[in-house]
C-alpha cells in the first residue's frame, strides 16, 4: 500500500497561535518534525495538509522549500482537509500526525505502521490507550476507511478529529492497539499547545539535537529521568477534551 503521512498544520492554534513556525535549534518546530518523519522507513510520502487561509501561506513556503508535499483545505473540516490531502498524493495508507508533535520519533512511527500491516484491522495506532508520550501519537488506516467516514458523518468533533469517528464505532472497525514497554511515561507531554509545552520542547531540543539530530524517544526519556525538572516545566497543562 502506498503510504502517505500527513501532518495537520495551521496557524490559529489558539493557545499558542503560529506555534508549528516557532523554533527550536534554530530551525521551525514544523520542519524538525518533517526531517524525524524523513528517517521513517515505510512512509512513501509526506504532506502537509493546511489551511486555505491566507495566516497558512508561511506554512505552504516552509513545505516548497523542504519539498515536501502540501494540500489546502478547510480550516474547520480537518477531515476533510486530511482526505483531501490523501487524494493528491495517492494514499492507500494514511499515517495521521499533527503538527504540534516535533520530537515525533521515525521509529515509532515505523512500528505502527508495521503493525497495521501484520493484518487483520482497519485502524492500528498507540493512542487507544495512553502508554506513549503524548507527542508521539500516529495513527495508521486505509485511504478507503476515512473516505467512508467521510459519507457517514457530519458530526462537528467527527470532522475537527480526523479518526474520532473510526475508533468509537469498534463494532464497525477493527481496531489494533499498540502499547509501549514504558506505559508510565504515557503521563508526560512532548507535544506543544502552551508556551509551556514549547519551553520543554526547546529545552530537549537545546541538549539533544547538536549532538545527534537523529536522537530518539529513548534519548528524550533518558534525558528527563537524568532531568526531572525539565517534565515539570509543562506537567500541570491540561490536555483539551476531544468531546
Known amino acids: 500500500m502506498r503510504t502517505v503521512c500527513t501532518i495537520e498544520a495551521r ?67 480537518v477531515l476533510g482537509r486530511v482526505l483531501g490531502a490523501a487524494r ?52 495508521a488506516f486505509p485511504f478507503a476507511v476515512l473516505e467512508e467516514v467521510d459519507r457517514l458523518t457530519d458530526d462537528p468533533a467527527d470532522r475537527e478529529h480526523v479518526s474520532l469517528y473510526i475508533y468509537e464505532h469498534p463494532e464497525r472497525y477493527e481496531l489494533r492497539s499498540v502499547r509501549s514497554e514504558r506505559p508510565e511515561t504515557g503521563e508526560l507531554r512532548l507535544t506543544v499547545d502552551t508556551p509551556d509545552d514549547l519551553a ?18 529513548d534519548d528524550i526519556l533518558a534525558l528527563l529521568d537524568a532531568r526531572p525538572d525539565l517534565a515539570e516545566l509543562n506537567r500541570h497543562v491540561e490536555q483539551k477534551r476531544v468531546r
Open 11 to 77: 496557524m490559529t492554534s489558539s493557545r499558542l497561535p503560529g506555534k508549528v513556525l516557532l523554533e527550536a535549534a534554530g530551525k521551525p518546530l514544523l520542519a524538525h518534525m518533517i526531517e524525524r518523519l524523513r528517517r521513517a522507513r515505510t512512509l512513501d510520502a509526506i504532506v502537509i495538509a493546511t489551511t486555505e487561509e491566507a495566516a497558512s501561506d508561511p506554512i505552504v513556503a516552509l513545505a516548497q522549500a523542504l519539498g515536501v508535499g502540501c494540500f489546502r483545505g478547510s480550516e474547520e473540516d
Open 88 to 139: 493528491a498524493y495517492d494514499a492507500e495508507l494514511i499515517v495521521e500526525t499533527t503538527g504540534d508533535c516535533p520530537l515525533i520519533d521515525p521509529g515509532v512511527v515505523d512500528e505502527i505502521v508495521e503493525r497495521f500491516r501484520d493484518g487483520g484491522v482497519d485502524y492500528c495506532s498507540n493512542t487507544l490507550e495512553r502508554t506513549y508520550p503524548r507527542g508521539m501519537d500516529v495513527q
Open 200 to 217: 520543554l520542547i526547546r529545552a530537549v531540543f537545546e541538549e539533544l539535537h547538536p549532538k545527534d539530530p537523529a536522537f530518539g524517544l
